[in-house]
Structure formats: structure tokens, C-alpha cells
């Protein structure tokens, strides 16, 4: 069954696709890292209010303070997706020359078949590093590329994209590449991948660059369309990274920024939930003041609207995030605003 | 004082030489005279057949007599005047009737002349158990296949009759004191008079030993038929070469020919009869063998091998009632293959017969020891003494319920994990520590309704907040993350960080509220899948649940309430964890705790239901603890069936003797915890025994806000030496009562967690290795 035969999908104005991060259980390298027992609620809970009105910590509400590896609270997140709207989970895929990293949830919800939710893949590659004030940068774990790799890595994916839970538009399984410039070779990487997919008898993948550092169209490369991600953080704060002090600019504001600096050619459209990455940088940090609920589903009312001109299946538009926590920006409820931000999406996609 | 005078009555005197019907009326005769009662004892079936006992029952200053009632074709019988005279020439305090045949002939002619006559019936072996498993035998396995025989039936009748009729019964066997109190309800007082024996130490070792012994009296036909099995069954199998170094003594009253010649032919096989004195073959004989099929009661030839140090190969039936475990104290096999393994196995297995002749002799030794059979039959003495005699004997018809399950005898399930060898007699020395553990780290429907959806002990903990400058909140954890419950992975990594640690085990706090149980996955899943390999032990917090957490006024969000129904449909679930292998023991009891024990409206009945249903199912009782909080402080809850108390701490009304810190709001109540804690190491001190507690830190300001305790500047150095002075104390108690609690393994909310955190890491854990490896060479 297409998804424009299910009465319930058809009935959406878009094609919500959630960002999912994995890191809500502990992994040795983490451990290792940053202390046994890491997770992404260890820097959660520790966040403290820097400034009067400061809504710091961000404490969960329905689902607690979760571990991925429990398979009820993966069901719960899905339940709780669903019901509000959202179509699928993009979860971040994080794959080093054949080592996988934070790999569970995913292969847990791979080979259980549980949760019967959607979901596709974005493979975040980047070089896994930690920098204490003042310090050198420590590399963590390489990203490494090679030919070699990307038939591997190809074949790895294929098994994912049988799955009958795969996201696809037109039949086709959607794939992301968080920063496709850093392949040496994109386009040896999307054919090792198509190549791999025509052989597995499976549709030739709709894959996607991410638009996440420099603002490029990927097609260039090999990639079948972009996703415009947000934020793009240089359009708002001249030096994202920087040991500088607080950063702090008006949610809607910022977001007003970021849609200046738009180029014209096609890409699919990404709204973040809000932004407060203090859990992380703590003073050095950035807070966009003013995000709430109704903020949001302004924005991603607009956002909605800018597509609905496409066919139905091309309508997809990413929301950052589902649980970026540390990043304070998470459609996951908290004790704050509750399912605020659920309820927004539900009311801005029907 | 005035003499006290009891008659005794059997079919005969007493032969102890002869079976152990007899050893046991002679001990209870025994038992008697020494505490200064005057004996009379009535022969039903006359005096002339056993001169010799006669005589030696007359040297002890027991006058005997016999009686002779002639039963009549038609089941009738025509009474002489001998019981009626000794009745109208002397008053009894006590009449003790040994089985019930002979009660159902005295017992309303003791009712009718003599009315004050407390008449205590010894059951012995309950005949109706026995012979209905002898029917249910013939039946197959479906044991709840055909209608009992009609005159098994009856039988079964007129036995509960005569046990419902009399002011006590005596049972060999917790178990069979349960059957009666089953069938009978409240119309019957049984108690348990265990057989006993004395201990006989071997002069030679296990390993200058031969043989295999088979004894049995066999005009007892579960003996007869026992030995048939063997000769038939058992020993073919048994390899020959190891007969050859071990012959097979049978010996036992009543062997004749045919029995002799079951093993015919085989040359391993001594056809010995009878003998005036077991001890010599039990000493001589390398092991011995109980293959009995059928019987009821407990087996006397049990307890003596095991009180001759002479380790045992049986039956389930054979172990039935004594406790005994499969692997511990005795090898267990039921079928004729598992019987020849396990007499090869101790043949050939030195270290194997004599770890079981240590673990069953000190075993048997405390349940029948002379000394506990004589204090139980003046137990019950007392208390029919204590009662008016019943009015008269009333016919009671008790309804014939499903006799299945008394049928089969429940074997005592073995410990998963094989024992090593030599079971580590240093570490059974060690004191155990012991460490409370909240369940409440995963979401549950309930506290979703109540505080919000995904509540878990994590939001009070992540909602902390410093109330004054310094104050260690929110406490936040590190090893271990924001773990949940329901995880496999994180319950073994609990266990496996404990253990390191010199924890021995954790006592899960289990919340039961009439049948409802809270909070229970993790227990459930602990149970089921038998990890982690850690001990623990339980905790009933049979609080109710308010909104306010420490149980006082406010919203009932869980009532508890408490029944007599409740407290049996409560040990009948609690008797799978209380079974598990993991269980922690004292001694052999698997221990169980009550947070609140003031709050049982009856707790000597709960307590004593407890036991005996944990006894009828096999365990060898239960070790009882009531927690003493604040409510209780000083309540000897020993006597209302507990075993013994657990201090819990923080004991608050002792911090009244602790200066105040001014830190905070004038609501918080901050102390320093190194002023606190030599304060609460030192309570008054009371009559009855008590486990102590200690904790690595207190402060539920996470909970409670303001409102809140705090023991401030706890660090794992002044909660070392607690724990060193608690551990050494606790060394000065009976070996296997060396325990301190730690409250608590991860109370976070409650700032009461060794499990590490930001601040301290793993400080106060490696605190605790430290004081159990100084503790350890102390020892030694």
C-alpha cells in the first residue's frame, strides 16, 4: 500500500520526518571518553540557569530519563511520533571504515521489527572529537573514507533499506549524508551505492545531502536532492564554536536569519524545535530566547506550506529534533511545556 | 508442688531396640520423667509378649500395665476393667496416646471418667497419608484418578476424628502438622514433636570404611517393599567391581526367608536381620541407602545415618519432612538408575560423602537433637495444661478435599550452582553486608497516574536543588547513568559492581498491598530469569503510599490493608523467591523483612502462618525481621514471632542529641554527618537481638524540599569507619547473623546510594571494600 492509499497519511499536509539521536545508552568508547556511564543525559542534567528566566535543566516528562536499549521505551517514542503526526524517524547512523558507534537502538529495532514505525537513515560523518578549554583538539574516532569502504558501507545499507519500515518517496528508500563534501569521491560513493541497491533488486535510493556547514547543491555529487538543515548556525552567530560567552539571539529571529541566506535550488526544508546547547558548551553556549510551542508551529506551518505545491510523496520535511536534549531542542515532552511542541506539529500537519 | 502424673498408652511397651515407633515413645516417656512427672503406662494388647521391656520401663519407675479388650467378629469390642480402674484410682493431668488406633479406643473412655485429662495423641506417621499414597501408587500417575478404597475412607475418618477429639496431636514433621491443620481447621492443635537421636561420632574415617547399609524394621511393609526395589531394581545397576570393596548390609527386624533370598546369588549382599544395636553398622559402613516408594511421617533411619555421620543416598520419600537438600545433605534420586549413581558416587567420591556427612549431621543435629524434642513436647505440655481438657469427643466429618497434593512428597529443590567441594568455611565467617535496593527506577502505570507520566525516581533526583551554599545537589549519577530497571544489562552491572565491592547481597524492597503488587518488574525479572547470580533477600514495605513519602497523613494514593486470606496468598507467592537458590540465609532459613511490623494487626498469626506454610513447602522455616523505625523504637518484636530487628538508619530521634547546623532554612534540618553518625552508632541498648545499619549519606531534600533531613559533609572516610565499627560488632554475633544493612544501594532520592556519583565516584563503595578486607584479616 502506497502511503497516499492510507487514509490517515493522506490526510497529513506534508511528510514529517524526526531526527533521532541514539545516545541514551551507554557505549564503551563513551564510557572511555567522558567517564563510565555517559550517556546524553549525563550533560542533560547537569545544565544549570546562567542567566534570570534561563529554563535550564530540561527534564523529561512521559519518557523519563530513557535508555534506548529498553524496548518499551523505543515503542512508547514511536506510540507518542505517531500519534502526534510525524511520519518517520531519521535516525543518526554513525559508521567508521565498519565500526559502528552507538549502533543498538537501530539494530535492535532493525532485527526486532519493533517498533512498526517508519524510519530511514543519516549517516552523520564526521570525526568523533573533544576539545577542553584552551586544548588542542583530541580526535575520538576518525571518519576515514575509501572505495573499499563505500562498497562495504553500501552493502551494510541495503539490508536496512529492505526493511518494509524503510521511508521511501516513490518507492525509493531515503538516505542521508550529513556533510556529502567531505567525501573524496561523492559520486564513486552514491554509484557504489546505487549499484549496490540495483543488484539487491531493490529501487534505485533517493539519497540526500544534508546542507549542514557549507551551502552547496549535492547534486553535483551523485545525490538525488538536499535537505536544508537547520540551524545553520553561521548565519545567526558569527563564531558557533567559540570560547566567547553566551550566545543568545530570538528564536524567530534567528530563524528569519537562516531563511535569508536560502539558495534557490531544490532541497527538502528542516525546522529546529528550539536551541539551548549550554547542557553541552555551558557558558560558551548559544540560547535562542523565545522558542516555544506556538513559535514553532508558526514556523512550521510556513515550512508546510512552502511544499504543499509538490506531490504528496516529495513532501518531506525534517524537524530537528526529536531528542537532541543537550541541544535543548527535543519534541520530546518535559516537565516544561509538556507535549507543547507535539501538539504544535499535530496541529500544524493536519 | 503437687506430683503431676500422666498415663501412657501404645499397642505395647515401648521397644526401642526394635522400630522407631518405639525409640520415639520411649524418648517422650523419657522426656516425662525427666521433668518429674509420674508415668503409668497402659499395654492395649497386654504385657506377657515382651518380658524384657516390661522390665526396663518398671526400672525407670514406670508402672506398667496391661490391658486386653476383646474385639469382637463384628468390629465391636468388649472393654475388661483394667483402664477403668487405673482411671478411678488415680487422677492424670495428662494422657499421651501413641497412634490412632489406640487414642480412638481410650480417648472417650479417658473423656467419660476422667473429664480434666488433657489427652495429647501421638500421630507418629499420619496411616491415612501413607496409605493413600500406596493407593494413589496403584493408581498411576493420575492422582486424582478413582474414589479412595471404601475402607480407607472410613479410616481416614475416624483418624481425623481422633485428632480433632483430642486436646493436641504431635506430628513427626511440620508437614504433616500443616495436613492436619489443612483438613481440620481450627478443631485440631497440632504441633511437631520431631523424632531425635543422639550423636554418635565414628571412630574410624569415611575413607577406612566399607560398605552399604539397608536398614529397616520389616514388619513395616514401606520397608518390605523397599528392599524388593533394590534387590530387584537398584542394585543390578550399581557397578560390581565397586560392590566387590563395598557388601550391602541389610539389616532390620522381621527379614525372613523370603526376603533373604530377594538377593540371591549376588555375593555383595549380607542378609544380616536383626541386631540389638544400630550404631556399629552405621560406624562400619562407608554409606548408606533409603529406597523407600511409600511411607509418611519422617524416617528415623535418616536421621540416625545422618547423626552417625554416615552419608545417605534416598528417596524423596525418604527425606520427606527433615529439610534435607539434594546435594547438601544427602544425595536425592527417585528412580533406580539415579539410586545406583548416587550409592557409586559416594562409594568412589571421597570429598563428595564427606562434605554431605559434615553438612547432614550438622544439619540433623539442630533439628533433632535430644535437647529440641524435649523441648517441643513440653512446649505443648504447657499449653494443653494451660487450656481446659475438650468437653467430649464429637464426631467430626471433615469434608474429603483433593488428597493429591498430599500425596506426592515436594522435593527439596536443589541450589542451582553446584556447592564447590569444600564449601569456603572462612567466608560462611565473614559478615555480610547487606544493601537496601529501590526498585523505583522505571515508569510504572501507577506513579504515571499519580506524579505524571515518566516518573521515575530520576525526576526527584535531576529536580534538586542546593538550599544552601555547598549543599551536594542535585546528586547525579556516573557509573551506572540514569539506568532503568527493566534492563537486563543494568541490573547485572548493579550486581557486578556490588559484588567487587564486598557487598553480598541486596534486599529489594517488595511492595505487596492485598495481592497488588507495585514496582515488582524488576524483582519479577530478576526471579525469572535467574540473574543476576547475586544474593538478595526481601523487604515487604507494607507502607501505604501517600503523596508525602515517608507514610505519614496526607493523600492515600495505596491503601494497605491486612488479612489472614492476605498473609497466605502473600507466602504463597513469596515462597518462590524465599526458594530461590539466591536467597539469603541465617542459618538454613531463607531471611524475609517487614519495614513496618507494628502496622500487622496480628503478627504472631502472620508470622506464624508464614512459617508453617514455608515449612510445608519444603523450606526449612523462615528468619524474620522486623525493621525498627522511629515508630517502634524499642518494641521486642521477638515476641510476636520475629526473629529479630534491623536498626534502621537514619534513627531521627537520636539526631535530638546532635547539634543543629545553621545552614539552609530554619525548615531544613541539617546536621553534620561526623557528629551524626557516632551518635546513631551508639542507640540504647535492647534485650533483643538486632542488626545494625549504616549509611553512606542521608539528605531527601530531593523529595522533600525544604522539608528536608540532611546529614551534611558525608564522605566515604567518616562512612568508613561506621561501617568498620558496625562490621566489627557484628562479627561478635552467632556465626551466620553476622549481617549489616546498608541503607542504602541507590536511594538517590534520599541521598542514601553507594552507587557512584559526580561528587564521589565510586568513594564510598571502595570505602566498603576497604572495611571488609581489613574485617577478613582481622578475622584471620
Not at chain 2, 544552601?468 to 543494568?490: S, V
Not at chain 2, 542507640?683 to 553512606?696: G, L, T
Request: glycine share 6%.
Amino acid at each position: 500500500m502506497s502511503l497516499t492509499d492510507d487514509p490517515i497519511m493522506s490526510e497529513r499536509r506534508a511528510r514529517l520526518v524526526a531526527f533521532y539521536l541514539p545516545q541514551f545508552h551507554p557505549i564503551p568508547e563513551n564510557d572511555a571518553w567522558w567517564g563510565k556511564g555517559f550517556t546524553e543525559w549525563t550533560n542533560v542534567s547537569k545544565a544549570v540557569p546562567l542567566f534570570p528566566g534561563h529554563e535550564q535543566p530540561h527534564m523529561p516528562a512521559d519518557l523519563g530519563y530513557y535508555d534506548l536499549r529498553v524496548p518499551e521505551t523505543r515503542r512508547d517514542q514511536a506510540d507518542l511520533a505517531r500519534e502526534h503526526g510525524i511520519e518517520a524517524f531519521c535516525y543518526w547512523h554513525y559508521w567508521f571504515d565498519g565500526k559502528r558507534l552507538l549502533e543498538r537502538p537501530f539494530a535492535e529495532v532493525l532485527a526486532s521489527g519493533e517498533p512498526d514505525f517508519p524510519f530511514c537513515l543519516a549517516w552523520a560523518n564526521e570525526t568523533w572529537s573533544r576539545r577542553w578549554l584552551g586544548e588542542e583538539k583530541e580526535i575520538l574516532q576518525k571518519q576515514t573514507y575509501s572505495a573499499g569502504d563505500a562498497e562495504r558501507h553500501a552493502r551494510w545499507l541495503v539490508e536496512a533499506f529492505r526493511d518494509p519500515r524503510y521511508l521511501r518517496v516513490n518507492g525509493r528508500p531515503v538516505f542521508l549524508v550529513y556533510r556529502p563534501l567531505d567525501l573524496p569521491d561523492g559520486s564513486g560513493f552514491t554509484e557504489a551505492l546505487r549499484g549496490e541497491c540495483r543488484r539487491a533488486g531493490l529501487p534505485n535510493p533517493y539519497l540526500l545531502g544534508v546542507c549542514s556547514y557549507a551551502l552547496k547543491d549535492h547534486r553535483s555529487l551523485g545525490f538525488d536532492g538536499n535537505v536544508m538543515f537547520e540551524p545553520h548556525m553561521v548565519d545567526v552567530v558569527p563564531n558557533p564554536r567559540g570560547d566567547d560567552g553566551l550566545k543568545m539571539c530570538d528564536y524567530t529571529e534567528a530563524r528569519r536569519l537562516m531563511a535569508e541566506r536560502r539558495e534557490s535550488w531544490p532541497a527538502h526544508p528542516c525546522i529546529m524545535v528550539s536551541w539551548d546547547n549550554t547542557a553541552r558548551r555551558g557558558e560558551h553556549g548559544i540560547v535562542f530566547t523565545g522558542a516555544t510551542p506556538a513559535a514553532f508551529e508558526q514556523g512550521l506551518r510556513e515550512v508546510i506550506a512552502g511544499v504543499e505545491h509538490q506531490p504528496f510523496e516529495e513532501r518531506l520535511v525534517f524537524v530537528n529534533a526529536w531528542n537532541e536534549w543537550a541541544e535543548g531542542n527535543h519534541l520530546e515532552p518535559c516537565l516544561r511545556h509538556g507535549h507543547g511542541y507535539l501538539d504544535a506539529v499535530h496541529r500544524a500537519v493536519k | 508442688m503437687t506430683t503431676r502424673r500422666a498415663v501412657v498408652a501404645s499397642y505395647c511397651v515401648p521397644r526401642p531396640a526394635r522400630d522407631s515407633g518405639g525409640r520415639r515413645l520411649d524418648d517422650l516417656i523419657q522426656f516425662l520423667l525427666g521433668r518429674e512427672w509420674e508415668v503409668e503406662f497402659v499395654a492395649m494388647y497386654g504385657t506377657d509378649k515382651h518380658p524384657d521391656d516390661v522390665a526396663r520401663l518398671r526400672r525407670r519407675g514406670v508402672f506398667v500395665h496391661g490391658d486386653n479388650p476383646a474385639w469382637q467378629n463384628d468390629g465391636t469390642v468388649e472393654a475388661n476393667e483394667t483402664f477403668a480402674r487405673l482411671l478411678d484410682h488415680a487422677r492424670f493431668d495428662l494422657a499421651l496416646l501413641a497412634f490412632w488406633p489406640v487414642a480412638e479406643y481410650y480417648l472417650p473412655r479417658l473423656r467419660e471418667r476422667a473429664p480434666d485429662t488433657r489427652i495429647i495423641v501421638d500421630s507418629v506417621d499420619l496411616h491415612f497419608m501413607r496409605e493413600c499414597r500406596r493407593a494413589a501408587s496403584e493408581w498411576g500417575p493420575d492422582v486424582d484418578g478413582p474414589p479412595l478404597p471404601e475402607h480407607l475412607g472410613a479410616d481416614f475418618t475416624s483418624e481425623l476424628n481422633v485428632y480433632a477429639a483430642a486436646d493436641a496431636v504431635l506430628t513427626v514433621s511440620a508437614k504433616e502438622r500443616d495436613v492436619i491443620h489443612d483438613l481440620l481447621g481450627g478443631q485440631a492443635t497440632a504441633r511437631v514433636v520431631p523424632d531425635c537421636e543422639t550423636v554418635v561420632p565414628a571412630a574410624l574415617t569415611l575413607e577406612a570404611r566399607s560398605g552399604l547399609l539397608f536398614l529397616g524394621s520389616f514388619e513395616h511393609p514401606p520397608n518390605v517393599e523397599a528392599l524388593e526395589f533394590f534387590c530387584r531394581d537398584v542394585l543390578p545397576l550399581v557397578d560390581p567391581a565397586v560392590l566387590a570393596r563395598h557388601p550391602v548390609y541389610v539389616v532390620g527386624n522381621a527379614l525372613d526367608d523370603r526376603l533373604r533370598g530377594l538377593a540371591a546369588g549376588n555375593p555383595a549382599v549380607r542378609m544380616v536381620g536383626w541386631v540389638p544395636e544400630v550404631t556399629p553398622y552405621f560406624h562400619r559402613v562407608r554409606a548408606s541407602v533409603v529406597p523407600l516408594l511409600h511411607g509418611a511421617g519422617t524416617k528415623r533411619k535418616m536421621v540416625q545415618a545422618l547423626m552417625h555421620g554416615t552419608p545417605t543416598v534416598s528417596t524423596s520419600i525418604g527425606t520427606e519432612g527433615l529439610s534435607l537438600v539434594d546435594g547438601e545433605h544427602v544425595l536425592v534420586a527417585d528412580d533406580a538408575a539415579g539410586l545406583a549413581r548416587g550409592i557409586e558416587r559416594l562409594l568412589t567420591d571421597d570429598a563428595l560423602a564427606g562434605r554431605l556427612a559434615r553438612a547432614g549431621l550438622a544439619h540433623v543435629e539442630t533439628l533433632h537433637g535430644r535437647d529440641t524434642a524435649a523441648r517441643a513436647l513440653e512446649d505443648v505440655v504447657q499449653e494443653v495444661l494451660a487450656r481446659p481438657a475438650k468437653p467430649a469427643m464429637l464426631p467430626v466429618y471433615p469434608p474429603l478435599r483433593n488428597l493429591s497434593r498430599y500425596m506426592r512428597p515436594k522435593r527439596e529443590k536443589a541450589p542451582a550452582t553446584v556447592r564447590s567441594a569444600e564449601p569456603a568455611a572462612d567466608s560462611s565467617e565473614d559478615v555480610r553486608l547487606i544493601a537496601l535496593f529501590l526498585p523505583q527506577f522505571h515508569p510504572i502505570p501507577e506513579n504515571d497516574a499519580w506524579w505524571g507520566k515518566g516518573f521515575t525516581e530520576w525526576r526527584n533526583v535531576c529536580r534538586a536543588k542546593p538550599l544552601f551554599p555547598g549543599h551536594h545537589q542535585p546528586q547525579l549519577p556516573t557509573d551506572l547513568g540514569f539506568y532503568d530497571l527493566r534492563l537486563a544489562e543494568t541490573r547485572a552491572a548493579q550486581a557486578a559492581l556490588a559484588r567487587e565491592h564486598g557487598i553480598h547481597g541486596f534486599c529489594y524492597y517488595h511492595y505487596w498491598f492485598q495481592g497488588r503488587r507495585l514496582l515488582e518488574r524488576p524483582v519479577n525479572e530478576i526471579l525469572e530469569s535467574g540473574e543476576p547470580d547475586f544474593p538478595f533477600c526481601l523487604c515487604w514495605a507494607n507502607e501505604p503510599w501517600s503523596r508525602r513519602w515517608d507514610g505519614s497523613e496526607s493523600e492515600v494514593l495505596q491503601p494497605q490493608a491486612y488479612s489472614a486470606e492476605d498473609d497466605l496468598e502473600h507466602i504463597r507467592w513469596l515462597l518462590q523467591p524465599l526458594a530461590d537458590p539466591r536467597a539469603i540465609r541465617i542459618g538454613d532459613r531463607p531471611l524475609f523483612l517487614v519495614y513496618r511490623a507494628d502496622q500487622l494487626p496480628d503478627p504472631e498469626a502472620t508470622t506464624d502462618l508464614w512459617r508453617r506454610e514455608a515449612e510445608r513447602a519444603g523450606l526449612p522455616g523462615l528468619y524474620l525481621v522486623a525493621v525498627e523505625s522511629g515508630w517502634d523504637a524499642g518494641w521486642d518484636a521477638t515476641a510476636v514471632g520475629f526473629d529479630a530487628k534491623l536498626l534502621f538508619q537514619p534513627q531521627f530521634s537520636l539526631l535530638a542529641n546532635v547539634p543543629r547546623l545553621d545552614l539552609g532554612s530554619p525548615r531544613t534540618r541539617v546536621f553534620s554527618y561526623d557528629a551524626a553518625w557516632p551518635v546513631l552508632a551508639d542507640p540504647p541498648p535492647v534485650s533483643y537481638p538486632r542488626f545494625d545499619a549504616v549509611f553512606p549519606g542521608w539528605d531527601n531534600s530531593a523529595r522533600r524540599g525544604e522539608d528536608a533531613w540532611v546529614l551534611h559533609g558525608n564522605t566515604p572516610e567518616s562512612y568508613e569507619q561506621w561501617l568498620t565499627l558496625a562490621v566489627r560488632r557484628a562479627q561478635e554475633r552467632p556465626r551466620g547473623e553476622r549481617i549489616v544493612f546498608i541503607n542504602a544501594w541507590n536511594e538517590w532520592a534520599e541521598g542514601a546510594h553507594l552507587e557512584p556519583d559526580r561528587t564521589h565516584g565510586r568513594g564510598f563503595l571502595e570505602a566498603t571494600s576497604r572495611v571488609m578486607a581489613a574485617a577478613r584479616s582481622h578475622a584471620r
